[in-house]
């Protein structure tokens, strides 16, 4: 229970260390307004069209009677909406931080010099194309299990009792804890951590990484919500990872001093 007080108050570090930082929370909401128009325009192109692709897919429902071709193809175009709209609560984290790569890149940064007791950060050297290889690439083994889950999730959802009580909560930890992978994965892929380590090193603190990812999963089924909170997530997973790695923080996000605010 400690561990899952302690990732939420990560979460507020975050927020409260971006606010500390005005400068540069404007910059850091593009990133997430580029994704959400994508993603609307996604969804609502679905919407639009989503009945005619399911259609489309099932010619051996054309000869069905009434109402039976009907109710078939509306509850698959209800499964196929409601997998897109699952989807994007998980993709989205990676989609942005993909986008915004080079601004989080440097928030990173910024956060460790600032909580560090030495005002250094680690570097990982690499050329910026390289970085978005690597962040590209890992987060699309990160999606595939994420699927992976969703889909048997969204399966056992069928279970009666099981699947309307269970379920979903276990859906909310899983999503958390691919949340949480996806924004620590900007300060740990700078030191050098692969995507297997890094599995490894999450897994070993999970009751941790559910109180950080969990509530910011939950707060992202809000509209608009993930946009404004996305830097301060950045910022609060790059604290929490060096908690992960045993590594010392300083003062520097308890501290507000007059030469830190605006900054």
Known sequence: MHDLGAGFGYLLKGQRWMARHGRHYGFGLIPGLITLVLYVAALVALALWGQDFVGWSTPFADDWSSPWQGLFRGFLTAVLFVLALLLSVLTFTAATLLIGQPFYETLSEKVDRDVSPDG?????????????????????????????????????GF?????????????FFVT??????ELTAVALQRRGIDLRARLTLLRSRKTLIWGFGTP????????????????????GATMMARELLGEETGEGDAEVGPASVGE
């Open 120 to 156: 250094t950060a680690p570097e990982s050297g690499l050329p910026l194309w390289r970085e978005l290889w690597v962040s590209a690439r890992d987060s699309l083994r990160i999606l595939v299990r994420a699927v992976l889950w969703g889909v048997l999730l969204f399966a056992l």
């Open 159 to 171: 279970v009666p009792f099981i699947g309307q009580t269970v379920i979903p909560v276990i859906g």
């Open 176 to 181: 958390g804890f691919f949340l949480t992978e």
């Open 216 to 235: 910011l999963g939950l707060s992202f089924l809000v509209p608009f919500v993930a946009v404004f909170l996305m830097p301060g997530a950045v910022a």
